[in-house]
């Protein structure tokens, strides 16, 4: 079974940089899609990042929020079973708890599916 544990949210001021981390222990097969996502106090989840190596070449993607695109990278490295969040010129808005998330094929369609991890929080002032 896939567990997941996030890490490296904290404080910082607008502008600034911080990357979470992603411990995922367990099998996950290619067509895993590895994601952050993130809910602001009072808000609804949403998708931030996500991505897969896909089950055949050149079959995978990344995808990204428009909120967040050219400042914000995902990245996974495989060997380590870990997960990246570069998150780059950070403001206010981007103030949330950030989740890492695994969804099967089949559970790609709903938001809240998939395997989670706790949370980290990630916070920007002004």
């Known amino acids: 079974q896939v567990q997941l544990v996030e890490s490296g949210g904290g404080l910082v001021h607008a502008g600034g940089s911080l990357r979470l981390s992603c411990a995922i222990s367990?099998?996950?097969?290619?067509?895993?899609?590895v994601g952050w996502y993130r809910q602001p106090a009072g808000a609804q989840r949403e998708v931030v990042a996500s991505?897969?190596?896909?089950?055949?070449?050149?079959?995978?993607?990344?995808n990204y929020a428009d909120s967040v695109r050219d400042r914000f990278t995902i990245s996974r490295d495989i060997a380590k079973n870990m997960v990246y969040l570069q998150m780059n010129n950070l403001k206010p808005e981007d103030t949330a708890v950030y989740y890492c998330?695994?969804?099967?094929?089949?559970?790609?369609?709903?938001?809240?599916?998939?395997?989670w991890g706790q949370g980290t929080q990630v916070t920007v002032n002004s």
């Open positions: 367990g099998r996950i097969n290619p067509t895993d899609v």
């Open positions: 991505t897969t190596t896909g089950r055949f070449h050149n079959t995978g993607f990344t």
């Open positions: 998330n695994v969804k099967t094929e089949t559970q790609l369609t709903n938001l809240l599916r998939g395997t």
